[in-house]
């Protein structure tokens, strides 16, 4: 564990050494009328026109998406109006943001003039399965056209929507998920199989099927980062975060991983229909949890040096629920849950990345408790 950890941190380090991507490219394709662009100021630059006149601004503007902050490249008239935006890097999972770019979302914030609301849902349509990624290209465009307009062409400062938190059925639902599991797993508990049944189609209904928000790698690579999102729109992101290590800092359980996991709960659906089984892997065992725990590091190492928490997150969770995922995802999807049939839960015993991370969390716990027990101990040896 502590190999693992100076690794993570060298992976940190050299990840926040790298240098940035040229923006040129992006700045060019932002406005491709532009005759030149040239540096102003604060990540702001001038485009000019043939004639050498101005022809708009373009400044760069982040939000927070699923994964972490997604940044864009607003190009912005004279008017205060979007006449180009062009995401210039992203942290998203590739399928999702590559899901929002083909999508009619960008092209309909151009023309869009600085006073006008920027809502998913009011003036601008949101992408089905990518609501995270599609917020955080309208909220980057938004702040981009209402800084330049504001800051440069000295519009009119628009009224701005007062604070709200977003809490809706499925943060609700998750808390209400996160009682019922700590609750189930009270050993003086009468009915902890119906409970966890209870719990299980539930997050495979909601966290599954209708929200596609199950806990996965890219949250621990967030975490790694120091991505926190908005706590005004990502109200269930710290739910399910605070929630599962609050649960297991108290009391050393996993709330979530067996109570209800989306995809846990699908294959053991599906285990119940063929008759899944605990099957032992014998002389193969240490194999694979050192493969599972090989990966897990990999993925991680490779998330903090590349800094993008969806680029290498492995599971194949939203190529079940939200069908969505490379040729190789729908291929190890298929793979795990025929496997479902026969094994109890393959995944989650041998490929899962969460179980390492939650694994070292606990015998971190374990750790501290244990210095902490010696510590007093010691105090009232000398005491006496």
Not at 217 to 245: E, R
Not at 291 to 296: D, E, G, K, S
Request: with cysteine; aromatic share 16%; proline share 5%.
């Amino acid at each position: 564990m502590i190999v693992a950890f100076f690794l993570i941190g060298i992976a940190w380090f050299l990840g926040a050494t790298r240098e940035e991507a040229d923006l040129a490219p992006y700045l060019a394709k932002t406005l491709p009328q532009a005759e030149r662009i040239e540096y102003f100021t604060n990540s702001t630059y001038k485009a000019f026109s043939a004639n050498d006149s101005i022809l708009a601004y373009i400044t760069i503007k982040s939000a927070f998406g699923y994964g972490g902050p997604l940044n864009t490249a607003v190009a912005v008239n004279l008017k205060g109006e979007v006449i180009g935006c062009e995401v210039v890097s992203t942290k998203e999972t590739p399928s999702y943001i590559d899901k929002v770019l083909a999508s009619p979302l960008q092209q309909s914030l151009l023309e869009k003039s600085y006073t006008e609301a920027y809502e998913l849902n009011g003036d601008l349509d949101g992408v089905s399965g990518a609501t995270f990624t599609s917020r955080a290209l309208v909220a980057s465009t938004k702040r981009g056209v209402r800084y330049v307009s504001v800051k440069f062409l000295n519009l009119p400062k628009p009224p701005e929507s007062g604070f709200h938190i977003q809490f809706g059925l499925i943060e609700l639902i998750l808390v209400l998920l996160f009682g019922m599991g700590y609750v189930g797993q009270s050993k003086t508990f009468k009915y902890k199989k119906h409970i966890r049944w209870l719990t299980m189609i539930t997050g495979l209904i909601f966290l599954g099927f209708v929200y596609n928000q199950p806990f996965t790698l890219s949250h621990i690579s967030q975490l790694l980062l120091g991505y926190f999102p908005d706590f005004q729109f990502h109200m269930f992101w710290y739910l399910l975060l605070g929630g599962m290590f609050f649960v297991f800092t108290v009391d050393n359980k996993n709330p979530y991983c067996q109570w209800f996991c989306p995809f846990g709960a699908a294959q053991e659906c599906i285990g119940v229909i063929g008759g899944a089984k605990n099957r032992p892997m014998g002389k193969y065992t240490n194999f694979l949890k050192w493969m599972q725990r090989i990966l897990t590091l990999s993925a991680i190492l490779l998330a903090l040096y590349f800094r993008n928490p969806g680029l290498t997150s492995f599971e194949v969770f939203g190529t079940l629920f939200s069908l969505t995922g490379s040729n190789y995802q729908f291929a190890i999807l298929g793979i795990v849950l025929i496997t479902s049939l026969f094994i109890k839960r393959p995944w989650c015993k041998y490929l899962c990345p969460l179980k390492p991370p939650m694994d070292a969390y606990s015998n971190l716990r374990k750790w501290v408790i244990e210095f902490w027990k010696k510590k007093r101990q010691r105090s009232v040896a000398q005491a006496r």
